[in-house]
């Protein structure tokens, strides 16, 4: 290769090369990590750092007396945050348990407590 076509080469590989798509990480909870909470809240938000697939992604509750019924997850604001919907909760420490494949199939898991103070 002469010496003059490999800068070309490396310069047009670095122009036109798409940049790899992470995993969707956890930005933001709704409710907060952590926190208690006076009124209890209506539903689980979680914000990612990019979109998420809901068909391969969920969101599991679990409180004082068990598993929360909460339905499908479902996403908002072009696919970056995936919630579901809570019944009327009782006073008590919940945990939420979340498992995200981003849509580049990167799959991203976690877990987060929040309780609800009479």
């Not at 498992?99 to 580049?104: F, L, M, Y």
Request: cysteine-free; aromatic content about 8%.
């Amino acid at each position: 290769m002469n010496r003059f076509f490999r800068p070309a080469v490396l310069a047009a590989v670095t122009l036109f090369a798409r940049p790899a798509l992470a995993h969707a990480f956890l930005t933001h909870a709704d409710p907060a990590v952590g926190s208690e909470q006076h009124q209890p809240p209506s539903a689980v938000t979680i914000t990612f750092t990019e979109p998420v697939e809901p068909s391969f992604s969920t969101i599991g509750v679990t409180g004082p007396n068990g598993a929360i019924d909460t339905g499908a997850p479902h996403t908002l604001d072009d696919g970056q945050k995936l919630a579901v919907t809570l019944p009327k909760l009782a006073p008590g420490t919940y945990t939420v348990v979340w498992h995200a494949t981003s849509v580049d199939t990167h799959k991203t898991e976690g877990s987060f407590t929040f309780t609800v103070v009479p």
